[in-house]
């Protein structure tokens, strides 16, 4: 089966390069974003339209509720579901996405994690509570610089893993990522694509298209994603622009404070996706500038 991987930071034209391909190639667009297989994340995740997806079959898409925690395993198990299906046996599985680690996990396969005692697991969690997310990303960073400076100070649940995991290990969770499984893949005969932007043309792309998504539904899609009554705790709660509109809607913060905060949120996002790309992919992938539409 042929296989074309496209990696690239948000708003970097994954999605319309990947159209693009998939129409020459007769081919199958599968997402490796994190965020888009979330059903209640549309706009905020700037998943594709119908529209957009104009006929081209696109799958692990909106397919998650998002009352579920999704795990990297759970995507290579759906993704092994698509590859067995008969009718891809001739077609081009085009994976597109800015999850570094579901592309690691494609190329290489998933690591094999260190078994973590019930008793570290407890202590990280409760010291999350007392302590908050930026106080255990700063203890992070003195303990594994490494996997702190590819991790958002307040993405919680990555941080108190990557403790939970040197803790018991005494070693980085990079270095336990870095090391081979079972690939879902044949990565030497598949076409390697990372986006590389200019990054001011990326930031006034973020700036812009942030804009856009208040003005086509981001305020009412967090309105319902709060109307579930969901744990803070879980992924699609940690979406980019929801923590914004939410103090939106509560009245704490102003529509232009929160656009601003969330433009803010996303290019650090990028600058990070970035990071991991340029440190992580190897040569055997081709980097290259897109060109803005």
Known sequence: MNAILIAGPTASGKSA???ELARKADGVVINADSMQVYDALHVLTARPSREEMDGVPHVLYGHVAAA????????????RAILADAAMAERTAIYVGGTGLYFRALTDGLSAMPDIPDVIRDYWREALKQRGAEALHAELKSRDPKSADILNANDSQRIVRALEVFEASGQSIIDFQGKCGTALIDADKARKIVLTPDRAKLKARINQRFERMMETGAVEEVRGLLSMGLSPDLPAMKAIGVREISALLSGSMTRAQAVERASIATRQYAKRQMTWFRNQLDDTWVRTDPEFR
């Open 17 to 19: 390069l990947a159209l």
């Open 68 to 79: 579920r925690k999704y795990s990297v395993g759970a995507w290579c198990h759906d993704v």
